[in-house]
């Protein structure tokens, strides 16, 4: 009998050495598991033992609990990877995922903000408060360079050449990008470095909350919401919502595409053309405005 624990601990290894997927990757993929071994046993089946119509059980389990199309895929390839890795392995003799297909995802356009809304937000940070100033040197940091959210909290004194004006981080799959950021982000960079206690060294976060702790995602995410609401935006707002901006507004401004997608990091410039889909609208509305036969 397969030793799930083991077989999942082993899974999580070679996903992280072999693919070089990112911490949040890995993380889903071993959630995802988890809830396989969770079903196997309740339903007192052996994970070696599955076959194609316990996986879609199984899937649609989950479906009818309300899990929605995207997760699903996710899921779909977690599957799928973790049973590669036991063919590979030879703890298992048959693929039971070999023949699943993924559920259509709808590509539903990001959320952006215009750049009026843009300048509302990062304008409405005044205060001499420590953390007021911290919060205005990350969001103009963010909408300078396009960073994850992750990659903004996870960044280190060391990633930063406030010299030259740019930084460099890990992005998924542990790549490696530099990416240039301009005055404006260097200037409230360096106020906030002046302001902050206790002092960097080399390898320490940026940013930390108020007990000098690393900031973490959430409370990023929440101190960007009350800031949002404070200024009127009423859009769904997340961190991500700066990234996108970022991309729409460089592509709108007659940025290259290429150029985009090295700065945002994105490995297929597939993802990154979702962006120009958010230009048809202005393209429209100036087809309207000045063609002598609308």
Same mark, same amino acid.
């Given at each position: 009998?397969?030793?799930?624990?083991?077989?999942?601990?082993?899974?999580?290894?070679?996903?992280?050495?072999?693919?070089? #997927?990112?911490?949040? &990757?890995?993380?889903?993929?071993?959630?995802?598991?988890?809830?396989?071994?969770?079903?196997?046993?309740?339903?007192?089946?052996?994970?070696?033992d599955?076959?194609?119509?316990?996986?879609?059980?199984?899937?649609?389990?989950?479906?009818?609990?309300? +899990?929605?199309? /995207?997760?699903?895929?996710?899921? =779909?390839?977690?599957?799928?990877?973790?049973?590669?890795? @036991?063919? +590979?392995?030879?703890?298992?003799?048959?693929?039971? &995922?070999?023949?699943?297909?993924?559920?259509?995802?709808?590509?539903? #356009?990001?959320?952006?903000?215009?750049?009026?809304?843009?300048?509302?937000?990062?304008?409405?940070?005044?205060?001499?408060?420590?953390?007021?100033?911290?919060?205005?040197?990350? #969001? !103009?940091?963010?909408?300078?360079?396009?960073?994850?959210?992750?990659?903004?909290?996870?960044?280190?004194?060391?990633?930063?050449?406030?010299?030259?004006?740019?930084?460099?981080? +890990?992005?998924?799959?542990?790549?490696?990008?530099?990416?240039?950021?301009?005055?404006?982000?260097?200037?409230?960079?360096?106020?906030? @470095? /002046?302001?902050?206690?206790?002092?960097?060294? &080399?390898?320490?976060?940026m940013?930390?909350?108020?007990?000098?702790?690393? +900031?973490?995602?959430?409370?990023?995410?929440?101190?960007?919401?009350?800031?949002?609401?404070?200024?009127? =935006?009423?859009?769904?707002?997340?961190?991500?919502?700066?990234?996108?901006?970022?991309?729409?507004?460089?592509?709108?401004?007659?940025?290259?595409?290429?150029?985009?997608?090295?700065?945002?990091?994105?490995?297929?410039?597939?993802? &990154?053309?979702?962006?120009?889909?958010? !230009? /048809?609208?202005?393209?429209?509305?100036?087809?309207?405005k000045?063609?002598? /036969?609308?």
């Open positions: 009998m397969l030793n799930c624990k083991e077989a999942l601990d082993n899974f999580v290894s070679y996903v992280v050495a072999e693919k070089g #997927l990112s911490k949040n &990757t890995v993380l889903a993929y071993k959630s995802d598991i988890l809830k396989l071994i969770k079903f196997a046993k309740k339903g007192q089946i052996f994970i070696e599955f076959e194609h119509h316990d996986i879609t059980d199984f899937l649609w389990k989950l479906k009818t609990e309300g +899990l929605n199309p /995207r997760s699903i895929c996710r899921l =779909i390839e977690s599957l799928k990877q973790f049973y590669r890795f @036991l063919s +590979l392995e030879n703890l298992v003799k048959n693929d039971p &995922t070999l023949y699943l297909t993924s559920p259509k995802v709808p590509k539903n #356009l990001p959320c952006i903000l215009t750049f009026d809304e843009v300048t509302f937000l990062l304008n409405s940070i005044n205060s001499n408060d420590e953390v007021h100033i911290r919060n205005k040197a990350m #969001l !103009e940091l963010m909408y300078a360079t396009g960073l994850r959210v992750s990659e903004l909290v996870d960044l280190k004194f060391s990633n930063m050449n406030l010299e030259n004006c740019f930084l460099s981080v +890990l992005g998924k799959g542990s790549k490696e990008r530099l990416i240039p950021f301009g005055q404006k982000a260097k200037k409230f960079v360096d106020i906030y @470095l /002046r302001k902050r206690k206790p002092a960097l060294t &080399t390898e320490d976060n940013f930390i909350s108020r007990l000098g702790k690393k +900031l973490s995602r959430v409370e990023f995410w929440r101190q960007l919401k009350n800031m949002a609401k404070g200024v009127g =935006i009423i859009k769904n707002i997340t961190p991500h919502t700066l990234r996108h901006s970022f991309a729409s507004h460089l592509l709108a401004g007659g940025a290259e595409i290429r150029f985009v997608q090295e700065m945002l990091g994105h490995v297929s410039i597939a993802t &990154t053309q979702i962006y120009t889909h958010l !230009e /048809r609208g202005k393209i429209i509305e100036q087809y309207k000045f063609h002598p /036969r609308w």
